[in-house]
């Protein structure tokens, strides 16, 4: 038997009076998503709690069967370092850093203008060069998103820093990190004075003189957020006995392949947007399934339409999500058992422009199964499934049919 899950990142919504009170999913042409909900069974998924961070990393964690309560560290800081191949030793704190914009004490922008990945390369080795020393690291990475590494137990992941895309226009002195208990304190005034001080140094290096000679936004400053520690999980081929694989532009998501042995195939064409190779992703999963049982295929462009609110980019994710790759995977699957699964991360509704806590619509179908009476893929029919209301952390039981 293979398994497929195919995760539309922040696919589900909620009701749009624009739509005449339907969602995106309710609206968008996707017959093979409903096919999966007609010929299997439907529920909904409670991927998100209250008490922890709305974020994909606990939502996806959760779905893979692992409980981010027992296992989530603070950030998303460790989950991308691995990504980018950097160790983490027990003690070690790794943060995301972005290269933001900073104007007149305000955040202007989180992604310091979707600075390219050369000239922030640039950027983040000289900062290395003026701020590094052996316990502290800058890792650089893709655009806007580094890595900082903390590697000394002096450090304490007890830190609240706030994520820069919240705080875009607001002032920067009242959203600096913030120790959650006294053993976070000294972490806490370092990150605020790497932050601040690297403004001096960034602000006249010669490419951002150059940026703003161009008039385009300069990456001047450096924003820490996303703390944690190296997380500490079963592999899930000892967990599940499966031998399994990941597809995803995300580094994010890549990192908790990293992390639970799951191979990470890469895309050259997957962009985390709508742009993104639909037809190379269903063609390398496909491709993953000859020699492994299951296959965990991430879309981000759903949840990205989500962010920006608009509602005709959303719908068109989800339609090439359904056409341009679950399409090719169930045309290339006609004859083998298999066992496929369509669901979101989590909800990120264009009224809200965020993540939220509404369950999240999930369609099983199996070869060797029967169905439930659902027969179209969207949240309100996924309600009526058999499965009902089911916590996240159940998803792959009920995928494997245990
Ligand atoms: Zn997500």
């Not at 992604?111 to 000239?119: A, D």
């Not at 640039?122 to 290395?128: C, H, K, M, R, S």
């Not at 951002?208 to 936004?217: A, E, F």
């Amino acid at each position: 038997m293979k398994y497929i899950v195919v995760l539309g990142d922040g696919m589900s919504d909620r009701p749009l009076k624009e739509l005449g009170g339907k969602t995106p999913l309710e609206v968008a042409k996707k017959p093979n998503m409903d096919f999966i909900a007609r010929n299997g069974r439907c529920g909904l998924l409670k991927t998100l709690s209250g008490d922890m961070p709305l974020g994909s990393d606990i939502a996806n964690l959760t779905i893979l069967g692992y409980n981010p309560k027992r296992y989530y560290t603070g950030g998303r800081g460790p989950l991308e370092a691995a990504s980018m191949g950097i160790k983490l030793d027990k003690e070690d704190i790794a943060l995301r850093c972005n290269l933001i914009t900073e104007k007149n004490g305000t955040l202007e922008d989180y992604s310091g203008g979707h600075i390219s990945t050369e000239e922030a390369k640039e950027l983040i080795n000289f900062v290395e060069e003026k701020f590094g020393t052996q316990d502290i690291e800058f890792h650089p990475g893709v655009s806007y998103r580094h890595i900082l590494v903390l590697r000394s137990d002096r450090y304490s992941a007890d830190i609240q820093c706030m994520p820069p895309h919240d705080i875009v226009g607001k002032k920067i002195v009242d959203n600096l990190v913030k120790p959650s208990s006294e053993s976070g304190r000294d972490t806490a005034d370092l990150l605020n004075r790497l932050s601040l001080e690297s403004k001096d140094i960034l602000e006249s290096h010669p490419i951002n003189l150059n940026r703003k000679k161009n008039g385009r936004l300069t990456a001047n400053m450096l924003w820490f957020w996303g703390a944690g520690k190296r997380l500490e999980l079963s592999k899930f081929k000892e967990k599940f006995r499966l031998n399994g694989a990941l597809i995803s532009a995300v580094d994010l998501l890549k990192g908790i392949a990293v992390y639970l042995g799951l191979d990470v195939i890469d895309v050259p064409g997957a962009t985390g947007y709508l742009d993104t190779d639909y037809e190379e992703k269903a063609d390398k999963a496909i491709e993953a399934l000859k020699k492994r049982d299951f296959v965990y295929i991430h879309v981000e462009a759903p949840d990205e339409a989500g962010h920006e609110g608009n509602i005709d980019k959303k719908i068109k994710a989800i339609e090439d999500l359904d056409k341009r790759l679950i399409g090719r995977i169930l045309n290339s699957l006609k004859s083998g058992e298999f066992t496929i699964a369509v669901l979101p991360d989590h909800a990120t509704p264009i009224e809200v422009c965020t993540h939220t806590l509404d369950p999240v619509p999930f369609a099983i179908y199996s070869t060797e199964r029967g169905g439930d009476s659902v027969k179209s893929y969207s949240e309100k029919s996924a309600g009526k499934g058999s499965y009902g209301i089911k916590e996240g952390i159940e998803f792959m039981n009920l995928l494997l049919g245990r």
